[in-house]
Nanobody
Framework: QVQLVESGGGLVQAGGSLRLSCEVS????????MGWFRQAPGKEREFVGG????????NYADSVKGRFTISRDNTKNTVYLQMNSLAPEDTAVYYC?????????????????WGQGTQVTVSS
């Protein structure tokens, strides 16, 4: 059973930073392409970014390019989302997800496993 657990969310002022972590258990994280998504109240879940199995390939949504960075430490079975220059519109529940595909998909249905999410709130 593959499980993903996110942590690191919280309340931060606009312009601040947070780092989210996603720890994978049940199988080595190196077996998966990993993605981050977010869902704001009343909105659909949207792709934030993703990282290939060895970390060489990364893909970001236009709305976070230059502000967010995804990394992974396969030795720790963990993926990270570093979020800088946060804005109120970044407020959402953030989810990590694992895909068995070889590229970084942007659609939710391409991911096999999901975490429970962690709340990020950015105050103005």
């Amino acid at each position: 059973q593959v499980q993903l657990v996110e942590s690191g969310g919280g309340l931060v002022q606009a312009g601040g930073s947070l780092r989210l972590s996603c720890e994978v258990s049940g199988r080595t994280v190196g077996s998966y392409v990993m993605g981050w998504f977010r869902q704001a109240p009343g909105k659909e879940r949207e792709f934030v970014g993703g990282i290939g199995r060895n970390g060489a390939l990364r893909n970001y949504a236009d709305s976070v390019k230059g502000r967010f960075t995804i990394s992974r430490d396969n030795t720790k079975n963990t993926v990270y989302l570093q979020m800088n220059s946060l804005a109120p519109e970044d407020t959402a529940v953030y989810y990590c997800a694992a895909s068995s595909l070889v590229y970084v998909p942007t659609f939710t249905f391409r991911y096999n496993y999901w975490g429970q999410g962690t709340q990020v709130t950015v105050s103005s």
